[in-house]
């Protein structure tokens, strides 16, 4: 592989500007040397401006880039920084994500929804209700981030003569479970204008894991 010489390179450039032995530069001398003093003067001036302003301008040019640089490198820094903190809270959040997943798995793998739909009625001292005898599958969206891991069940409910405290709180109640559940549809009409009291109906839906599902993967 060849290799440059700089030592000849930089000969080559004093040969082609100063001359040989310097023969361009002994000639400039000379003939500035034979200008009267008022021309010299006037040669002198010129020249000192126009080297300050190429020393200026080097100078300039060189803090210029040295501040686009270090701007430039602040900016990498601060973007590659946002960018640690952003992966680490993708990474929390992903684990606690699949936390949740898992433990929703664990707790709704033996789930009986009508079975637990009833029992919470019977404990709010409901008397008169109706819920579906199994319960119902509902398909999930092709797009639906639990998909391939869950399916969603649901049953459908009567309650009948209750007042709105008695409802809301059954509602509170059936989402305070470690379940996960969902109302949906939640509807009300008056059974007892005197009283206030009410016939309200709500779909109640569970998401259960899937067979063959570890559900531990979003």
Same mark, same amino acid.
């Given at each position: 592989? /060849? ?8 000969? /080559? ?6 001359? =040989? ?11 500035? !040397? ?32 040295? !501040? ?21 809270? !993708? ?30 009625? =019977? ?29 969603? =069940? ?39 204008? =005197? ?24």
């Amino acid at each position: 592989m /060849a290799t440059i010489d700089i030592k000849s390179i930089f000969n /080559a450039m004093r040969i082609k500007i100063l001359g =040989e032995d310097n023969v361009h530069l002994i000639h400039l001398i000379d003939k500035f !040397y034979s200008y009267k003093d008022r021309k010299r003067r006037k040669v002198l001036f010129y020249s000192s401006l126009i080297i300050t302003g190429v020393l200026g301008s080097i100078i300039f040019l060189f803090f210029r880039t040295n !501040y686009t640089l270090q701007q430039d490198l602040n900016t990498a820094i601060a973007s590659q920084t946002f960018l640690e903190i952003q992966g680490r809270q !993708y990474t929390q959040l992903d684990n606690q994500y699949v936390s949740i997943l898992s433990e929703l798995a664990r707790t709704n793998k033996s789930l009986d929804l009508v079975t637990l739909v009833k029992e919470q009625i =019977e404990s709010l001292a409901v008397e008169q209700f109706q819920v579906s005898n199994k319960a119902l599958k509902e398909p999930l969206p092709p797009t639906h981030s639990l998909v391939d891991d869950f399916s969603k =069940e649901y049953v459908q409910v009567s309650l009948t003569n209750i007042s709105l405290k008695e409802a809301l709180n059954f509602v509170e109640e059936i989402e305070k479970l470690p379940y996960k559940l969902k109302v949906e549809n939640f509807s009300i009409k008056p059974w007892d204008k =005197e009283k206030l009291y009410f016939d309200v109906t709500l779909k109640i839906l569970a998401y259960v894991p899937t067979r063959g599902s570890d559900a531990t993967t979003p």
